[in-house]
């Protein structure tokens, strides 16, 4: 039987001489794995669904416990005509964040809107980048179960002080003020050295960067990027804070996350 699905193209892997495996993301299926035939041939009328960061309407149909993909149509080709080297890196690394937060057969609706959304964003030039990394992050934490307690400080309840000055305890997915974390004597990071061997991680937030957590974790898919942090140090605080959070919560890192930060400007 064949069937039509709107999905992006995630990765492609080769198959056989001339066919492409294809990595899928659907919102009511999540991922799925479509088999394109003749989908390597510049020559196919699939080709042009069959690139990673496509996003169209897929005919398939099942045979023998497969999928095969038989033609369709993409509704938006990200990055086709070019997108400078940082933004290329920054989409790799965002869709190894959304193959890992997905599975097969389970619903994935957001995922996917964030995802377009940030493809959009970066093809535009809409937010900095770094902007658009944070957001996709911290929602990517808050969307697989990670989402912290980030209303008043976990140890005395206090709320934030005049000054904004705070931490994020990663660990526990909770903020502390600055009393109670120096009473706690934990570990206060200002970088993501060994995050993964240390059992108590505290990431410093001004208010401005404790003010875009908590939009990130509220905000809609199509609104998620939507934010101005003025200030460079309220940035910085931001992503540190995001990425060690995320990694931490997944227990893993990415190879393209590495070449990201090896390029970044």
Not at 3 to 26: F, M, Q
Not at 95 to 116: M, P
Not at 186 to 201: F, G
Request: some cysteine; overall charge negative.
């Amino acid at each position: 039987m064949r069937t039509a699905i709107d999905g992006l193209v995630l990765r492609e892997l080769p198959s056989g001489e001339n066919d492409k495996l294809l990595l899928i993301l659907t919102a009511k299926e999540g991922k799925l794995w479509v088999t394109a035939k003749g989908g390597r041939s510049i020559k196919s009328k699939k080709s042009a669904i069959c690139r990673p960061f496509t996003y169209g309407e897929l005919e398939i149909y099942e045979k023998h416990g497969k999928l095969w993909l038989t033609g369709g149509s993409p509704n938006n080709s990200f990055f086709a005509y070019g997108v400078d080297v940082n933004g290329y890196a920054l989409a790799s690394y965002l869709t190894e964040i959304c193959e890992e937060i997905t599975g097969e057969g389970e619903e994935a609706e957001l995922v996917l809107r964030a995802t377009l959304n940030a493809f959009y964003a970066i093809e535009k030039k809409l937010f900095p980048l770094e902007q658009i990394k944070a957001a996709y992050e911290f929602f990517a934490a808050t969307v697989s179960g990670f989402s912290p307690d980030l209303s008043l400080c976990s140890d005395c309840s206090a709320s934030e002080k005049e000054n904004g000055e705070c931490f994020l305890d990663v660990m526990n997915g909770a903020i502390l003020c600055s009393e109670c974390a120096k009473a706690r004597k934990a570990t206060v990071s200002d970088t993501l050295t060994d995050i993964y061997e240390t059992k108590s991680i505290l990431m410093p937030l001004d208010s401005s960067a404790l003010h875009a957590l908590r939009y990130c974790a509220e905000a809609a898919p199509n609104r998620l990027f939507n934010f101005s942090i003025t200030d460079e140090k309220s940035m910085k605080l931001f992503c540190k804070a995001t990425e060690a959070y995320l990694l931490n919560h997944l227990e893993r890192g990415f190879k393209t996350l590495n070449f990201y930060n090896s390029i970044k400007d």
